[in-house]
């Protein structure tokens, strides 16, 4: 059976591809996570979200992801830390004014669409590139360049007022090490979460209890 000349292939095989790997243009692939959704890989389109670990994403993409209940459910390595629409927040973006969409920046010159932006730090007017760092704030979702949020020290946003400390600001497509902070963060974050929804829920049960022997003593 098989070896016949009618093998069938595996699929490693099939999948294996051309021994010879293109050298991965860094700055493309750099402008790839600026631009796509890291979900659906379709070009960032407003509403744009971000996770708590600074990845961009098309917030239907996201929906539809978290809706997508199949068993041939594609599963994103790495969007399984999102298990709901609140480990997202939807960003506020400000729209570069000299922006006039894709097809007007493409004009060829590669070197020249890669410095081009949709979106521009409402500060200090950088374009967000991927070129120049860029954060936004977990409370309010405003997006700024770090060199503003650093030039100009701030306990409330720039943009719309809200208050926030530190460690509400995230880094968009950080650094491993950025990553690894923001990881640790969100962890520490969610563990906070539950741990004031276990002691609010005691709280109710402790009331509950409470009135119900009082009632019942009465
Ligand atoms: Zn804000």
């Given at each position: 059976m098989g070896c016949d000349g009618g093998t069938i292939p595996k699929r490693h095989e099939l999948v294996k591809g051309p021994k010879k790997v293109e050298q991965v243009d860094k700055n493309a692939a750099l402008a790839a996570r600026w631009n796509y959704c890291a979900i659906s890989q379709r070009p960032l389109r407003k509403p744009i979200v971000a996770c708590e670990?600074?990845?961009?994403?098309?917030?239907?993409?996201?929906?539809?992801?978290?809706?997508?209940?199949?068993?041939?459910k594609c599963?994103?390595?790495?969007?399984?830390?999102?298990?709901?629409?609140k480990d997202v927040k939807?960003?506020?973006?400000?729209?570069?004014?000299?922006?006039?969409?894709?097809k007007a920046n493409t004009k060829g010159d590669k070197y020249e669409d890669l410095q081009r932006a949709a979106f521009i730090c409402p500060v200090v007017g950088l374009e967000m590139n991927g070129r120049q760092k860029f954060c936004y704030l977990h409370a309010c979702g405003c997006v700024f360049s770090e060199r503003a949020m650093k030039e100009i020290k701030t306990e409330v946003c720039h943009k719309c007022g809200e208050s926030f400390n530190e460690d509400d600001v995230i880094v968009l497509n950080g650094s491993k090490e950025e990553m690894a902070d923001l990881q640790r963060k969100m962890e520490e974050r969610k563990l906070k979460a539950k741990l004031l929804k276990k002691a609010r829920k005691s709280k109710t049960t402790e009331t509950v209890v409470k009135s119900a022997l009082t009632e019942g003593t009465v």
């Open positions: 670990l600074g990845r961009l994403y098309n917030k239907d993409a996201v929906i539809e992801y978290l809706l997508d209940t199949s068993p041939e599963i994103i390595v790495t969007a399984t830390h999102i298990k709901n629409l939807q960003l506020n973006l400000t729209d570069n004014p000299t922006w006039k969409g894709d």
